[in-house]
């Protein structure tokens, strides 16, 4: 298993393209399914997630065209054709290596009539139910079975007929999966309290470009008007957030400048108001945000929260530069169980960390010591990644696979802006 190692101490300045939005690609590949004809997408980013993805694609016999493109660009082109699906079943020993797979079962359902997906199970940071997929799907007609460890879900015959759901509970993919399900049902289907996350806007922005009629797209009330048929379409992924983010965050906490290039800052305004009052220079623009790192960074107190508050992706990262503000920071993450795995790797580093319950009291310290650390899952590795680059000495990452999922290139990237790191593999 591959490994990072970085020297701290060194200022990041420069500036590296923001690449496509993992979360976005994970919902959008999966639309290729609605429609018999070719989708392209644009601004995918090269990532394990994403050929994990692709290859659940070709289970169902959709085929999966890479464009050519320079190895040295960021971000591919590729085209996805479901002409004639040869399976409707996710296998448990795909979904197993990546959960976002349960994205299938909505446009499989709404496609073929019918899907089999195995349950996903829970991760690193929590269990991660998919009860509210199911009742969406449900509410909009479905018959939904558990056996197995499989969810067998079947619409009647003729299709969906679509319904209303209201979600108890935010949910980013039962969003997705029911707004999958519902453009091609026979009726109008209504979501209320559903996710606003950019990347749930720049899915219906796509399902709008193949055909579908949805109304309310960036609120949490959506109406969607089923139609008989979609059509292909080309699309460029959304640039990521949660990436770009965690950029500003290495770069501040080196004491950097570094301009994210391509960066959206109305998908992030949460991340920019708390860069802002740890005391970070945040400048944007229409083509991408400039971070500068002046003075000493000031403790300040975060709640994690559904959009448009602050996304519990950025908890890490943030985490890891408050470890080196002045005075005490009290993090609160409200979405997921057990999402501070990475406290016990920062404190090896010398952090000073006390989590009681979901509620994380970060003590500043003058300074981190590098160290040898095990990244546990994607955002924690990225935050063991910032610390380490303001650490004294060296820090190995290990278990870099968790990082290739969501960070494309990442020793790249960090070297264009004078990081000293390098990717070593196993003895
Ligand atoms: C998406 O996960 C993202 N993943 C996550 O990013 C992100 O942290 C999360 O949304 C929240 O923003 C992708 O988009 C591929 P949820 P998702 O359904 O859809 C509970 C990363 O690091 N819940 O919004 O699984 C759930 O347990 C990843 O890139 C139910 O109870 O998140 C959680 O407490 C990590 N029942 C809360 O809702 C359900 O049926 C929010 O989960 C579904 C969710």
Redo the contacts with the bound molecule.
């Keep these: 298993m591959d490994k990072i190692r970085i020297i701290g101490g060194k200022r990041l300045s420069g500036t590296i393209p923001v690449s496509g939005a ?2 976005a690609a ?1 919902t959008l590949i999966p639309c290729a399914l609605l429609t018999d004809e070719p989708l392209t997408l644009r601004n995918l980013p090269r990532l394990a997630d994403i050929d994990g993805f692709q290859h659940l694609m070709t289970q169902f016999g959709v085929s999966v065209n890479i464009a050519g493109g320079r190895p040295e660009d960021f971000g591919r082109v590729v085209t996805y054709e479901a002409t004639r699906l040869t399976s409707t079943v996710a296998p448990y020993d795909l979904v197993r290596k990546m959960r ?1 797979s349960v994205l299938v079962l909505g446009p499989m359902l709404a496609r073929a009539g019918e899907a089999t997906v195995s349950m996903p199970g829970g991760c690193a ?2 269990n ?6 199911l009742k969406a799907l449900e509410a909009f007609g479905a018959e939904i079975e558990l056996a197995q460890g499989y969810v067998k879900a079947r619409a009647p015959d003729g299709g969906l007929p679509g319904g209303d759901y209201d979600f108890p ?6 969003t997705e999966n029911a707004l999958m399900a519902a453009v091609l049902a026979n009726g109008t289907s209504r979501l209320n309290n559903a ?1 606003r ?1 950019p ?1 749930i806007v720049d899915l219906c922005n796509l399902l709008v470009a193949m055909g579908a009629q949805i109304e309310g797209i960036g609120t949490s009330d959506l109406t969607i008007h089923g139609v008989k048929r979609l059509h292909g379409a080309t699309y460029r992924v959304m640039p990521d957030r ?1 990436e770009a983010g965690s950029y500003a965050c290495a770069a501040a906490i080196t004491g950097g400048q570094v301009r994210l290039d391509g960066a959206k800052a109305d998908d992030m305004l949460s991340t920019i108001h708390a860069l802002r009052n740890i005391g970070i220079e945040v400048e944007t623009d229409a083509t991408g945000i400039d971070v500068a790192a002046n003075g000493p960074l000031k403790a300040v107190n975060l709640s994690t929260a559904p959009f448009p508050g602050l ?3 950025m908890q890490a990262q943030l985490m890891a530069l408050l470890c080196r503000a002045e005075g005490t920071s009290v993090l609160t993450e409200t ?2 169980e057990n999402r501070y795995m990475h406290v016990p790797e920062l404190a090896r580093m010398g952090a000073d960390i006390d989590v009681q319950s979901r509620t994380a009291i970060v003590k500043g310290v003058p300074s981190m010591t590098g160290a040898q650390v095990m990244a546990t899952d ?2 924690a590795s990225m935050s063991l990644v910032i610390a380490g680059l303001a650490a004294e000495g060296e820090t190995q990452v290990k278990r870099l696979y968790h990082l290739d999922r ?1 960070y494309e290139r990442l020793e790249e990237k960090l070297a264009l802006l004078g990081a000293e790191v390098e990717r070593i593999g196993d003895e």
């Design positions: 993992k979360n994970l976002a940071i929590g991660r139910p998919i009860d509210l997929h509970v935010v949910s980013v993919g039962a996710a996350e990347e949660i996304a519990t992706d979405i997921f994607l955002r969501g």
